[in-house]
């Protein structure tokens, strides 16, 4: 891997998104520039499937989070490139939002199910998010509050449900859902404010 001194000359539009990524694992601001590559893209196909979007931009917010805390996990997907193993994480997060606003709205009309069936891939899916997300924690939780910690791990890469995690911590599921709201705003807060710190890199 290369060393940050390598690339301090380097501007961001010369790096590729996998170097971008192995750099911030020990510089969390340099995800800043996966996000500004590909959040507009991703928003889009999120909307592609679930047709709102504050929707969308909640999935890509969320799969964006995925990724980071994953982002050690890339290495070991054999023959991936960061946009296609990033894209299948986005859409996987959308296919669950899409499944849990189907069952929310069904008692109001039906949903189009074309939509997410275009986008679905049956080799891909559940199993596929399992395989992204089990058994690597990332160091760079620390950076938030630790009472958001546990709540975070358990559902991102644990994937547990909200439900669960309420049972297994002594908590109402309300406080569950609390909890990873503000986690993820601090998130999206972090990298936004990091942003600015990017000088070593531009």
Do not use: C
């Amino acid at each position: 891997m290369k060393q940050l001194r390598e690339i301090d000359n380097q501007t961001h539009d010369l790096l590729k998104d996998e170097e971008v990524l192995s750099i911030s694992l020990k510089n969390p601001s340099a995800f800043a520039l996966l996000v500004d590559r590909y959040q507009m893209a991703f928003i889009k196909a999120a909307y592609k499937i679930v047709k709102n979007k504050e929707e969308a931009e909640d999935i890509v917010q969320e799969a964006f989070t995925k990724i980071y805390l994953n982002a050690g996990k890339f290495r070991e997907v054999e023959n991936a490139t960061f946009k296609s193993w990033a894209y299948k994480i986005t859409r996987n997060v959308a296919l669950n939002h899409y499944g849990k606003l189907k069952k929310d709205y069904e008692r109001y009309g039906r949903l189009d199910d074309a939509p997410a069936m275009a986008f679905a891939d049956n080799s891909m899916e559940k199993e596929l998010v399992r395989e992204e997300t089990a058994g690597f924690v990332r160091k760079t939780l620390e950076f938030l509050p630790k009472q958001f910690e546990s709540a975070l791990k358990k559902y991102y890469i644990e994937d547990k449900s909200q439900k669960m995690i309420a049972e297994e911590e002594g908590i109402t599921l309300a406080t569950v859902k609390m909890r990873l709201f503000r986690a993820r705003k601090i998130f999206k807060e972090k990298i936004k404010t990091e942003e600015r710190q990017l000088s070593w890199i531009i």
